[in-house]
């Protein structure tokens, strides 16, 4: 066989085997996901920002989680954002009947805290349903109170 057929005969073997990497490597990602949105390619930002375009209202992240975890019906995507539904459900109620009392609480902050409880502490560098080019520090400000759980928040604070 001459030398450029057996060449063009290994890219092509070569090429077979990156893409079957690639799709055991796309499947296992998949699998390792804990629950999927309904937003398809649209990022979360461009979802909030036709929100508000259509209800006049500025969409927070609670309600963004809302929108984009549930089917057009009405009822969540998985059970496990049922879940998390409640439990963000739940923990905004609980945070709504402290601060009834107290008249300078933020709404919004109340909501970071909501979610980071829920969800878990934001990954480095990254804002839950913000999309790509939002950095905690455009976000959040330049303090990093938001990173902390609310008992070390506490002990930073004295």
């Known amino acids: 066989m001459p ?11 070569n090429t077979t ?12 990602s998949r699998q390792k996901q804990k629950f999927t ?15 508000e375009a259509s209800s006049g209202q500025k969409v927070g992240r609670l309600q963004l989680f809302y929108i984009t975890h549930r089917k057009k019906d ?6 496990k954002a049922a879940e998390i539904m409640e ?15 107290d008249s300078s609480v933020n709404f919004e902050d109340i909501d970071n805290r909501i979610i980071n409880e829920v969800l878990g502490p934001e990954r480095y560098g990254r804002v839950r349903f913000q999309g790509s080019g939002v950095n905690p520090t455009q976000y959040f ?8 759980p609310s008992g070390s928040q506490s002990q930073a604070e004295v």
Do not use: W
């Open 3 to 13: 030398r450029r057929r057996l060449r063009d005969l290994s890219i092509v073997q």
């Open 17 to 28: 085997n990156s893409e079957e990497d690639r799709k055991r490597v796309g499947t296992s």
């Open 37 to 51: 949105h309904t937003a398809g390619s649209r990022s979360f930002a461009c979802v909030a920002q036709g929100t």
């Open 74 to 79: 009405g009822t969540p995507m998985t059970s």
């Open 87 to 101: 439990k963000l459900k739940d923990k905004k109620a609980e945070y709504e009947a402290t601060s009834s009392t």
């Open 141 to 148: 400000g330049s303090t990093s109170h938001q990173y902390m």
